[in-house]
């Protein structure tokens, strides 16, 4: 079966997702409204969940390939926050939903890429204790994670990027001041 196929069920999910939540979708509705039978859709996905999994590990691996290089914290979180942002209703949708635990799953590893990314440019010219990399590496990691999940939590109702900005006013200089004491020490 053809590649487009698959495209299509996704497609069509994602749009089903925009209207309603995850628990009230079917794969009988899927179906339907992309005109195929069921077995098409049970060729490419064993249920729901599965085509749930795909769809974001899709996401934050076209997030992930954006980012080359990420020089700022402000860059690696928006570059987070856009895993969200594409699709805001149905990654509510999926949030609010049994499939949440994926989700956070694909989030933290958008997270993970986005910190370590930034790190590479912070670590750049200086030599730090692998467990002090790895200290400030989980710190920024939880900070970045901890705060798409906040705003998920808060129906992502704030604005998040008069968020980000803010928040990496009070920040700056932080970093750099860890590395700074960790070299130090080193």
């Keep these: 079966m053809p590649s487009f196929m698959k495209d299509a069920i996704k497609k069509t999910f994602v749009e089903l997702l925009e209207e309603m939540p995850m628990s009230a ?3 009988k509705m899927v179906v339907e409204k992309c005109g195929i039978n069921r077995n098409s859709f049970y060729y490419y996905y064993q249920d ?3 085509l749930v999994e ?3 590990k899709d996401d934050a691996d076209v997030i992930i390939g954006r980012y080359d290089t990420i020089d700022s914290i402000e860059m ?4 987070a926050t856009s895993f969200c942002e594409q699709k805001r209703r149905a990654i509510l949708h999926i949030y609010n939903s049994v499939s949440r635990d994926v989700f956070e799953m694909y989030l933290w590893k958008v997270c993970d ?12 010219d200086v030599k730090l204790a692998p467990s002090d990399e790895e200290i400030i590496l989980r710190f920024y990691r939880c900070e970045c994670f901890g705060l798409i999940i906040e705003w998920l939590n808060q129906k992502m109702e704030t604005n998040v990027e008069e968020h980000i900005s803010r928040f990496c006013q009070l920040y700056k200089g932080m970093a750099e001041e860890m590395i700074r004491r960790a070299a130090q020490e080193s």
Aim: glycine share 0%; net charge positive; hydrophobic share 50%.
């Design 54 to 56: 795909e769809i974001i």
């Design 113 to 124: 890429y986005v910190v370590t990314t930034y790190a590479k440019t912070l670590f750049r």
């Design 48 to 50: 729901l969940p599965s």
């Design 76 to 79: 690696a979180l928006r570059a």
């Design 25 to 27: 979708i079917t794969v």
